[in-house]
Nanobody, 125 residues
Framework: VQLQASGGGLVQAGGSLRLSCAGS????????MAWFRQAPEKEREFVAA????????RYADSVKGRFTISRDNAKNTMYLQMNSLEPEDTAVYYC???????????????????WGQGTLVTVSS
């Protein structure tokens, strides 16, 4: 699976952005997917994950209630709707995929099968 993230940009605090992650291949629908982010001079961190069917989701505490992860397997695409953005959300956001897993494991970036290139989100204060 090849992953292509898009939708990043510059937004003011309190604003919204929607990230997309387009996947290639006919097996997109069997992968668990997630978003990670890495801010300048900080370690990579888990943001949100979604099961292969979309019925299960998991969020980092820092984004719970503000971000929503979703997917459309017919379009081979995953989304991250980000509302009430804060300057602390500034980072490069990466989409990832993994087969034969669970939502808890998807919080560990070290075990992913595939990574997309990042998309930069900058939130100004």
């Amino acid at each position: 699976v090849q992953l292509q993230a898009s939708g990043g940009g510059l937004v003011q605090a309190g604003g919204s952005l929607r990230l997309s992650c387009a996947g290639s291949g006919r097996t997109f629908g069997i992968y668990y997917m997630a978003w990670f982010r890495q801010a300048p001079e900080k370690e990579r961190e888990f943001v949100a994950a979604i099961s292969w069917s979309g019925s299960g989701t998991r969020y980092a505490d820092s984004v719970k209630g503000r971000f929503t992860i979703s997917r459309d397997n017919a379009k081979n695409t995953m989304y991250l709707q980000m509302n009430s953005l804060e300057p602390e959300d500034t980072a490069v956001y990466y989409c990832v995929a993994k087969r034969y897993t669970d939502l808890a494991t998807m919080t560990n970036g070290g075990v992913m099968d595939y990574w997309g290139q990042g998309t930069l989100v900058t939130v100004s204060s």
